[in-house]
């Protein structure tokens, strides 16, 4: 349990610093993890005796998210047509079986058109503009603690329209792991999918949409200043998709015989452990501000 809070803050860190400088770096470690995801997906399913087409398919999954990265949905579109029937072909050229075809395509659509929204998410918006709460809070602190480089720091930053929106799917997301893993373990008593996942339960998915929920009001409208209803429902349909994505990956995990998709983050497994609901969230999320025009 210490070394995952340990490995928990850490990676928070980081994934803070990566949010905020957006561009480049953003892009880039998106298609790093999907490309590790990737491998962990091939090798889960190479344990059960399939393979995939694990080259194609990684070149194929670079050129979506680049796509993404620079706005060109319609050529994302051609690239993930083109790969998916380039790969039905190796069924014809490289004698691979149709459902390892199948498998192949499955893992570029479950990856690849989900850290895309990941991506397109973040170049939703980019007027730069300061937090409001963040500035009355810096005022509070130097007029009844002093000044304290922290807040005064935190009070400076920038966030533009697809900081935010990342910060409060990642909040979320977060979030809904968390209430429902200690909830669950406390009160935790009825099975919510035995036979997928054994260690979850109805009162963890409850605790999950409360605190989903509360995250998404807390963070979406009294940091960033969105409407309270919107983050509300926000919030309930994350803590609801969030969940179905872990149970996405455990029921893949359950076919191949794997515990664990990775090791890679100590504590947690690996990206597809720890990225799971986000795979789900991401897109979801995405529709959301889109349908609803909070931006």
């Known amino acids: 349990m210490a070394l995952r809070i340990i490995t928990g803050i850490i990676g928070v ?40 087409a694990f080259f194609l398919g990684a070149f194929t999954l670079i050129l979506i998210l680049c796509c993404a990265w620079l706005g060109n949905i319609e050529e994302l579109l051609a690239i993930l047509t083109l790969g998916s029937l380039a790969i039905f072909l190796l069924t014809v050229i490289f004698s691979m079986r149709p459902n390892e075809a199948g498998i192949s395509v499955a893992g570029l659509f479950y990856l690849g058109l989900p850290f895309a929204h990941l991506i397109m998410l973040r170049f939703l918006a980019d007027e730069p503009h300061k937090v409001e709460s963040l500035v009355n809070l810096h005022t509070f602190v130097g007029e009844n603690v002093g000044n304290i480089n922290f807040f005064e720091t935190l009070s400076n930053l920038h966030f533009d329209g697809g900081c935010e929106l990342v910060w409060i799917l990642f909040a979320c997301t977060w979030a809904s792991d968390t209430f429902a893993f200690f909830i669950g ?102 529709y959301f501000i889109v349908v609803s025009k909070i931006i």
Request: charged fraction near 10%.
């Open 185 to 286: 373990s406390a009160v935790g008593s009825h099975r919510l999918a035995p036979s997928i996942s054994p260690n979850k339960t109805i009162e963890g998915f409850l605790g999950s949409l409360v605190g989903t929920t509360l995250t998404a009001v807390l963070v979406g409208t009294f940091l960033f200043g969105y409407p309270i209803t919107q983050m509300a429902e926000a919030g309930v349909i994350l803590a609801i998709v969030a969940t179905l994505g872990d149970l996405v990956e455990s029921a893949i995990k359950r076919f191949t015989g794997v515990k664990d998709s990775g090791i890679i983050i100590p504590g947690h497994g690996g990206v597809l452990d720890r990225f799971d609901s986000i795979l789900y969230t991401a897109p979801v999320f995405y």
């Open 13 to 52: 860190i980081i994934s803070g610093i990566v949010i905020q400088l957006g561009g480049a770096v953003f892009s880039g470690v998106a298609i790093l993890l999907a490309l590790i995801g990737w491998y962990e997906y091939s090798s889960a399913f190479n344990r059960a005796g399939m393979d995939t």
